[in-house]
Structures are given as C-alpha cells and as structure tokens.
C-alpha cells in the first residue's frame, strides 16, 4: 500500500485548507484511515479517521467541529476539509491506513501499518 498525501499549504488563521490522500495497492474492506500530525519536539497526534466498514469518523477533541473527513471510494481517497485554521494548526500531517483496527487502537498512530509522506500546513496568526 501507498499513500500520496497532498494539499498543504501556507495560510492565514481563519482559512481553509483540504488535504488529499490517495491510496494505491492493496485494498481491504475492513481498515482505518485518515491523518495525524506532528510538530518538532512532539510525539504524532491523532487528527481524524475514517473506519471501515461503515464509514465511521473519528476526531480529535481540538478539531472537532473545525475538520470534516471524508472519503471516496471510487478513488481510494481521503479527503481532510480544515476550516477555522488556528496557528496551533501548524503541523506536518500525515495520512495513515490500517487493516483491521480495533476501536480502542483508533488513535494510536503505532496501529497504522502504512503512512504516506507528509504534508506541511502553517497558519498564520
């Protein structure tokens, strides 16, 4: 499995941005997958993921409300929609996919078997 990240970029506080996963290899139907982030000095943080079968989302307490996951199938896809971009933002954010994870390994970024490269968002104050 591959995972292709894009979208990242340099905005303002108070912006959008959407971030892109695409995935390529194998497929499963029963796997996790969405997107982390980490800032120098700090430990990968759980942002938001998608659960399948069924679709199910995921987020973080300090995203909720701000950030919507979405997926498309028909493209191996995983959509990031950020809105209300605050500076604490600010990360390299990576996509992440998982056969088979379980509902209490949902945020923990060891569970993920495959990651794509990494994406820099910086919002500005």
């Known amino acids: 499995v591959q995972l292709q990240a894009s979208g990242g970029g340099l905005v303002e506080a108070g912006d959008s941005l959407r971030l892109s996963c695409v995935a390529s290899?194998?497929?499963?139907?029963?796997?996790?997958m969405g997107w982390f982030r980490q800032v120098p000095g700090k430990e990968r943080e759980f942002v938001s993921v998608?659960?399948?079968?069924?679709?199910?989302?995921y987020y973080a307490d300090s995203v909720k409300g701000r950030f919507t996951i979405s997926t498309d199938n028909t493209k191996n896809t995983v959509y990031l929609q950020m809105n209300s971009l605050r500076p604490e933002d600010t990360a390299v954010y990576y996509c992440?996919?998982?056969?088979?994870?379980?509902?209490?390994?949902?945020?923990?970024?060891?569970?993920?078997?495959?990651w794509g490269q990494g994406t820099q968002v910086t919002v500005s104050s």
């Open positions: 290899g194998r497929t499963d139907s029963n796997y996790a």
């Open positions: 992440a996919k998982g056969p088979r994870i379980i509902l209490s390994q949902i945020r923990v970024s060891s569970a993920y078997a495959y």
């Open positions: 998608v659960r399948w079968p069924g679709g199910s989302t």
